[in-house]
């Protein structure tokens, strides 16, 4: 973005325009079986919406990112959860989430190490900035 000093780039994916992404060859029943199974261990997500890209620095692999919501007891707002999966390996590849309630049981419903576990941080807590979610109470970062 111009007159920010920085420059996001994605030219190691190929989004849902190309070829290889538009068909739905990926979506085979065996994927899809793989893919419902691993997101129903997760019985405290609401699943909401996905994306699909080609990961070109993955040797052009499927990438599905899987979006979800958590909702939180103690105040009206939700926790999201991200699970990418690589399509031709059957691995979860990143997980994400804002919920310190489940992040650790997330990373273990994915296989993942639990020592790579990275505690998600308030923007509150860090940032001075008037354009982010106010709790008030300021958490161990």
Same mark, same amino acid.
């Given at each position: 973005?111009?007159?920010?000093?920085?420059?996001?780039?994605? =030219?190691? #994916?190929?989004?849902?325009?190309?070829?290889?992404?538009?068909?739905?060859?990926? +979506?085979?029943?065996?994927?899809?079986?793989?893919?419902?199974?691993?997101?129903?261990? &997760?019985? %405290?997500?609401?699943?909401?919406? &996905?994306?699909?890209? !080609?990961?070109?620095?993955?040797?052009?692999?499927?990438?599905?990112?899987?979006?979800?919501?958590?909702?939180?007891?103690?105040?009206?707002?939700?926790? %999201? #959860?991200?699970?990418? %999966? #690589?399509?031709?390996?059957?691995?979860?590849? +990143?997980?994400?989430?804002?919920?310190?309630?489940?992040?650790?049981?997330? !990373?273990?419903?994915?296989?993942?190490?639990?020592?790579?576990?990275?505690?998600?941080?308030?923007?509150?807590? #860090? %940032?001075?900035?008037?354009?982010?979610?106010? +709790? =008030?109470?300021?958490?161990?970062?």
């Amino acid at each position: 973005m111009a007159g920010y000093g920085y420059k996001i780039s994605f =030219g190691n #994916v190929r989004g849902g325009m190309g070829a290889k992404a538009a068909n739905g060859d990926w +979506l085979t029943p065996e994927v899809k079986d793989w893919c419902q199974k691993t997101l129903e261990k &997760f019985e %405290f997500v609401k699943w909401d919406r &996905f994306t699909k890209i !080609i990961a070109t620095n993955m040797g052009d692999v499927h990438v599905v990112s899987c979006y979800g919501w958590i909702d939180r007891e103690s105040d009206a707002y939700k926790d %999201f #959860v991200v699970i990418a %999966f #690589v399509i031709e390996k059957r691995e979860v590849h +990143l997980v994400m989430s804002s919920s310190a309630k489940y992040s650790e049981r997330i !990373i273990e419903l994915c296989d993942h190490n639990r020592e790579l576990h990275n505690k998600c941080i308030r923007i509150e807590d #860090v %940032f001075e900035i008037s354009n982010s979610i106010k +709790l =008030g109470k300021k958490k161990d970062a």
